[in-house]
Nanobody
Framework: VYLTESGGGLVQFGDSLVLSCVSSGRPFDDLYIMGWFRKAPGKERQFVAATTAIGGSKYYGDSVRGRFTISRDKNKNSLYLQMNSLKPEDSAVYFC??????????????????WGEGTRVTVSS
């Protein structure tokens, strides 16, 4: 499975941005869970959001809940992250991840089997 992110860039405080992640190499619906993580300089990688193929359950990290929305489109083999009301603290490299099976916690990196290379988001104040 290959995951390719796009959509990062430089934006201003309060702006919106949509990140995309295209999956290839395996039927999209075989990927039980797909999610977004981010890593800022000097900080650990942080869970952002995740969604499941079956049932479409969605999970969000506390720092983005209410501002970010995750979605997936199986017809386009794509995962999206709509980011609104961006803040400088949202600046990070954003990674797309996918897992074959579920787990007890969608935010745990251990349940994700595949990772993209990341796309950088910079929010200026």
């Amino acid at each position: 499975v290959y995951l390719t992110e796009s959509g990062g860039g430089l934006v201003q405080f309060g702006d919106s941005l949509v990140l995309s992640c295209v999956s290839s190499g395996r039927p999209f619906d075989d990927l039980y869970i797909m999610g977004w993580f981010r890593k800022a300089p000097g900080k650990e990688r942080q869970f952002v959001a995740a969604t499941t193929a079956i049932g479409g359950s969605k999970y969000y990290g506390d720092s983005v809940r209410g501002r970010f929305t995750i979605s997936r489109d199986k017809n386009k083999n794509s995962l999206y992250l709509q980011m609104n009301s961006l803040k400088p603290e949202d600046s990070a490299v954003y990674f797309c991840a996918a897992g074959n099976d579920g787990g007890s916690f969608a935010g745990s990196e251990s349940i994700y089997d595949y990772w993209g290379e990341g796309t950088r988001v910079t929010v200026s104040s």
